[in-house]
């Protein structure tokens, strides 16, 4: 892969993004999310699919949709606080609190900023299943990540986001150590597990 086919996979992952925001139902949205991921972890240059992996794809881990974990939280103030994410690939990354998700009967998470260039807000999720037999990858998953367009915010209050836990996926070094992904920090560590999205690979 090149420079151009990672533009291209980001450009496909942001208007699948706006096409399940654009869903009348979320649960369509959700299906849509599942079969253009699968066709692009299959077919694009850029899938972090190794080549074995590839040649015995027959789609991604992801458990069926789920309403109840669907939440639409406003940002809470958080204190301040700064973490350096070392990447095998991108260097010494640069992360900023900016604010706490409090999710009813689940548990709450840190809004990071991503304090480098192009910027873009950041929410991981390591819950009580990761790692273990039948849960969630081990280094946790993602759940916001406005870089890549991964973002499923419809209302005009920025400080309101969607929380919709059904479309938590792996970093790509679930698949690949190749690849540098920050993982979740202690405050994006849920006490309960979380049954539904991309599940351990």
């Known amino acids: 892969m090149d420079a151009y086919d990672i533009a291209d996979w980001r450009r496909r992952v942001f208007a699948l993004y706006a096409e399940v925001r654009a869903a009348a139902d ?26 074995d992996q590839r040649a015995s794809f027959d789609g991604l881990p992801v458990a069926p949709y789920d309403p109840a974990w669907r939440f639409e939280v406003k940002v809470g103030a958080a204190e301040p606080a700064s973490i350096e994410l070392p990447s095998g690939t991108d260097g010494v990354v ?9 999710v009813p009967e689940v548990g709450s998470l840190d809004v990071w900023r991503l ?30 990540d406005t870089v890549k367009g991964a973002d499923l915010r419809t209302a005009d209050d920025p400080q309101r986001q969607v929380l919709d836990f059904n479309f ?8 690949d150590p190749a690849w540098a992904c920050p993982l979740a920090q202690p405050g994006n560590v849920l006490p309960v597990a979380v049954p539904v999205g991309e599940l351990a690979a």
């Open 26 to 51: 979320p649960a369509a949205g959700h299906a849509r999310w599942r079969e253009v991921r699968d066709d692009l972890f299959a077919t694009h240059p850029a899938s972090p699919l190794t080549g």
């Open 94 to 102: 640069p992360f900023e609190r900016v604010g706490v998700l409090e």
């Open 115 to 144: 304090a480098s260039y192009a910027g873009g807000l950041f929410v991981p999720v390591k819950d009580a299943s990761a790692g273990r037999p039948g849960g969630t990858y081990g280094g946790g998953r993602y759940l916001l």
């Open 168 to 175: 938590a996926y792996n970093p790509s070094c679930a698949y």
